[in-house]
């Protein structure tokens, strides 16, 4: 019968149910997104060092780099990934490495040029820290998804976890924990209240929306 062909795409004849097609993106589709994605995110970081915020991972050891060194964060972010994208060549592949290496690229350009055309006269930091967050996770998400990253620690956390059984989450959180402790010298304790709780936003949005097996592409 027609309608119930089962040599129709999407139909399981074991269990006669539907199951979704898998449509790759396109090249366009890739780009496309590295870019806004990354937009998201550099918009975020710009907020949040406008509010004098910090983050985790590798964006906030180059917070820390900027505050503590002078050193700016579009470079600083940059130099830090360099040394990961040999880890990520034989972990994750070249086209996760080299769509990685364009986004990290991005975000250290558009962290530069944004303050070009945009200037903050007033703005509440805790505000600011908040929806920077919520800006870097919403990027995070469209770069996930694109199967792209912005590497650093989250590359040499699964490098290690595959070679020494070390846990990926262990080494983040240790990270994260040594930038918390390092940014008692460098923010207030208001400030980073705020980074923690923007942080907790930013972990939130990734867990809610980037689960093993929830996207089929």
């Known amino acids: 019968m027609e309608g119930n ?27 496309l997104a590295i870019f806004f994605g990354t937009l998201l995110v550099s918009f975020g970081i710009t907020l949040l060092k406008q ?71 007033d703005l509440d930091p805790f505000y600011a820290t908040l929806f920077g967050n919520v800006m870097m996770g919403i990027g995070f998400i469209v770069l996930f998804r694109h199967q792209a990253s912005l590497g650093g620690i989250n590359i040499l956390a699964l490098w290690l976890q595959d070679r020494y059984g070390i846990r990926a989450g262990q080494l983040q959180m240790a990270v994260d924990i040594c930038v918390v402790l390092a940014s008692l010298f460098a923010v207030s304790h208001e400030m980073l209240a705020a980074s923690i709780a923007g942080a907790v936003v930013l972990n939130l949005i990734i867990a809610m929306n980037h689960r093993p097996g929830r996207y089929f592409v």
């Open 51 to 121: 509010a004098g915020a910090l983050t985790g991972g590798t964006a906030g050891i180059a917070f820390l780099m900027g505050y503590l060194g002078k050193i700016p964060f579009g470079l600083a972010f940059f130099l830090i990934n360099l040394p990961f994208y040999w880890l990520a060549i034989g972990r994750m592949g070249m086209a996760f490495t080299l769509k990685t290496f364009s986004a990290v690229a991005l975000v250290s350009l558009f962290t530069q040029l944004h303050p070009l055309f945009i200037h903050f006269s």
């Open 5 to 31: 062909d089962i040599n129709q795409p999407g139909i399981n004849i074991m269990d006669n149910t539907l199951q979704p097609l898998k449509i790759p993106h396109t090249h366009l589709e890739d780009v």
